[in-house]
């Protein structure tokens, strides 16, 4: 006879990063309650949200102000009436990833490292974000995609780096990463192992012990490069996640993008950029906004960029500046803007 507990046991527990993520807002009119905003932005939100759907896991939330329909962290993940405005310019994919792919979610755009999507998914639903009309469900990786983009890297000896992207790759499980990374590390000639991933920010229950074993296993250096727009982004539960990578021996950069209304200040970027340092994360990044459909009221001018640079350089170490940047299609490597 089999007892309930028999039944059960041979299911593995659902790892705590996987609850909160089943937990994740998904309603706005949840998350305005929580934070004790008006219902009445929620008409906006739901005209936005016809493109690319609300989603906001409750611990990112919960480092947002209450009753601040302004704060910094609200407005990266609210969606809101803008999006649907159409601008010159502003195209569903503004950085010609598409072209690009070697194989079906494999891109390969700058000399010695390719990028794979490894999936489609995200912890977090940014309103800005460049893929947020990528057609994930073509470009994602089946089992014969995988094969064929294993079979196109383990061919060209000067692939030294495979940066697993997405959407976000943390936002597969343990098993199936640990999978594709023991894939990649047949290919010899790949040194170099990079992810990047928002999910260590905002949902820092994902950097689990297997996790960390895992990226331990590499046979070279690893690197995280996480996604803070924010100071108000990093908190205690953050800190942690990131002191276990670096012990893990993982180098933390962070990437950036310059959003209007939200870090497009001197002293936001100076408080960002002394956070990350108090976190042990390397500022990277600074990118300039791709110009993707919907996302055109967050942008900020080359002009006013170049103009913060330049007094962010009058505040903090030089090591401390993060390189300003832009995506120009057909370039081969990202455009320098500052500073
Ligand atoms: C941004 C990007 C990279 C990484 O560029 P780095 O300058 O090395 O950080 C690699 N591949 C693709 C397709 C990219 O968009
Ligand atoms: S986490 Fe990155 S890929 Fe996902 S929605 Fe945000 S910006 Fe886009």
């Known amino acids: ?50 493109q690319f ?3 906001v896991p409750r ?23 803008a999006e ?7 195209v569903n994919d503004p950085v010609g990833d598409l072209p690009r792919m070697a194989t ?34 073509e470009a994602g990786l089946s089992a014969r995609q995988l094969e064929r ?48 991933s928002r999910s260590a920010i905002t949902l820092p229950e994902r950097i689990t012990p297997e996790l960390l074993a895992l990226l331990e296993a590499w046979r070279g250096p690893v690197v995280l490069v996480v996604h803070v727009n924010h100071a108000n982004e990093l908190d205690n539960s953050v800190a942690a996640a990131m002191t276990a990578l670096r012990r893990a021996g993982v180098t933390l950069l962070n990437q950036s993008v310059l959003l209007h209304g939200i870090n497009d200040s001197v002293p936001a970027l100076a408080e ?13 990044y600074l990118h300039l906004l791709d110009p993707v459909a919907g996302a055109a009221h967050f942008d900020v001018s080359e002009e006013r960029a170049r103009e913060l640079m330049f007094q962010l350089r009058q505040c903090l170490p030089g090591y401390l500046v993060p390189t300003l940047a832009r995506e120009i299609q057909g370039e081969p490597a990202k455009r320098v803007i500052g500073p």
Do not use: N
């Open 59 to 81: 611990g990112f939330a919960a480092r947002m102000r209450r009753g601040d329909p302004e704060d910094p962290l609200l407005r990266q993940v609210l969606p809101g009436a």
């Open 149 to 196: 983009a294993m079979a196109w890297l383990d061919a060209d000896p000067s692939i030294r780096e495979i940066i697993l992207s997405g959407g976000d790759p943390l936002s597969l499980t343990d098993q199936r990463l640990t999978s594709l990374v023991e894939q990649l590390q047949k290919i010899s000639h790949l040194r170099r192992l990079r992810l990047h």
């Open 84 to 90: 649907a405005q159409t601008r010159p310019g502003y």
């Open 104 to 137: 079906p979610g494999l891109i390969h755009k700058y000399h010695g490292r390719a990028l794979l999507i490894a999936t489609g998914a995200c912890a977090i639903h940014c309103r800005y974000c460049f893929r947020r009309h990528f057609p994930y469900a």
């Open 272 to 284: 960002l950029s002394e956070s990350l340092a108090d976190h042990g994360i390397q500022p990277y």
């Open 1 to 50: 006879m089999i007892t309930r507990s028999d039944s059960q046991s041979h299911i593995p527990p659902v790892p705590a990063w996987q609850q909160a993520l089943a937990r994740a807002y998904t309603r706005p009119e949840a998350l305005l309650k929580a934070l004790g905003l008006e219902q009445t932005l929620c008409a906006a939100a739901h005209e936005g949200m016809q």
């Open 53 to 55: 759907p609300f989603r």
